[in-house]
């Protein structure tokens, strides 16, 4: 598929993003390999990793085989990764970013985003989830300033061309707005059907932040036909209406709500069809149907997380 078509969505420090990006968590080993060899065949050039995801060596690897065959230079595709909850420590930033730039056996990232605004003790790199005797995560205190401070540095080191932020709510991103230096370009937040996040998005356009999308599908289960939607008939008639499938429409919806959606999947043909969502166009009827599926039921709770002072789901935001 010729990639002319897809649309890009420009940050405020220039760069570039296409308007879909394949999601990487839970795609482990030879599976996420692949998938990202046939996302890059097929027209990706915007892969969503993290840190914490445990597959940076295998989405290297494939950037790499595909620089190699020619299909693409490294300028052409873009690589998000994630500052994990343990290296938020300002003197832990940088070696983190180059570890991961080590995993991918890249030069830089195009975007490094503060995974979530809570942070854990460092037990060691790869102790993620560190725990106590009680079996409790070990949560910091470290303030969320600080930590985008050494962000910052990251740029000017060159290691990473854009900095953002991920599951900020709209005072921890009011406040990183009035103390900041750099601006962020993102901010990737919870966005499906179910769970839209209208203000919070709102609040983003109007900081010229760019919203990326995960878990757009909510996570779909074709075994225990979850999320309803997805196997609703309502939106299975909007569906039959383009002659494009469920999940098609709807990421083409949250495109059409200014949201960059980050599906993920390690199916070949999910993963292409997933991509085929800018030749048709949503009619204000269609809008209306899948606006009665927002609940505001949010699907990610980071339960472990919420006795921190950082924990951002306890700021009450109205959800339409
Ligand atoms: N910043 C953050 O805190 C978070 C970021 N993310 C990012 O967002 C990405 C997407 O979210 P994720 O949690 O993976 O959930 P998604 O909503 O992308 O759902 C993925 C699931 O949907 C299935 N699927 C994919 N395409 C289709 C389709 N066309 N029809 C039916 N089922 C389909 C996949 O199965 P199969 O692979 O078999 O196709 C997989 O089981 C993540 O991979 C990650 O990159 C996610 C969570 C939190
Ligand atoms: O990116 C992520 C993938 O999903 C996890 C939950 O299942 C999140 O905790 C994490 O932020």
Not at 16 to 25: E, F, P, S, W
């Amino acid at each position: 598929m010729s990639t002319n078509k897809i649309p890009y969505l420009k940050h405020h420090d220039g760069t570039q993003i296409q308007a879909i990006g394949l999601g990487t968590y839970s795609s482990l080993g030879g599976d996420c390999e692949r998938a990202v060899l046939h996302a890059i065949d097929v027209g990706y050039r915007h892969i969503d990793c993290a840190y914490f995801y445990g597959n940076e060596s295998e989405v290297g690897a494939a950037v790499r085989q595909k620089i190699k065959e020619g299909v693409i230079k490294r300028e052409d595709i873009f690589i998000t990764s994630k500052l994990w909850n343990h290296f938020h420590e300002p003197e832990r930033v940088e070696h983190a970013c180059r570890k991961t730039l080590e995993n991918f056996g890249l030069e830089y990232v195009d975007l490094y985003l503060i995974h979530w605004p809570f942070s854990y003790v460092y037990r060691g790199d790869n102790v993620m989830t560190p725990t106590d005797e009680n079996g409790e995560v070990e949560l910091s205190d470290v303030d969320i300033l600080d930590t985008w401070r050494a962000m910052e540095k990251l740029v000017e080191l060159g290691l990473t061309k854009s900095i953002g932020v991920s599951n900020f709510n709209s005072e921890q991103l009011s406040r990183l707005l009035a103390n900041c230096t750099i601006k962020p370009v993102q901010n990737q937040i919870e966005c499906n059907p179910a769970f839209i996040q209208t203000q919070l998005i709102e609040l983003c356009k109007k900081n010229d932040i760019v919203v990326t999308g995960y878990c757009p599908l909510r996570r779909g289960n074709p075994a225990t036909r979850t999320p309803n939607y997805i196997y609703d008939a309502k939106v299975e008639a909007i569906a039959d209406k383009y002659r494009k499938s469920t999940a098609q429409v709807v990421l083409r919806y949250l495109f059409e709500l200014g949201v960059v959606p980050l599906p993920k999947s390690s199916n070949p043909q999910r993963i292409q069809d997933n991509f085929n969502i800018f030749d048709f166009k949503l009619d204000e009827l269609d809008h209306a149907v899948l606006q009665t599926y927002n609940t505001g039921d949010r699907l990610i709770l980071a339960k472990q997380a919420i006795k921190s002072k950082n924990y951002p789901f306890n700021v009450i935001v109205p959800f339409c």
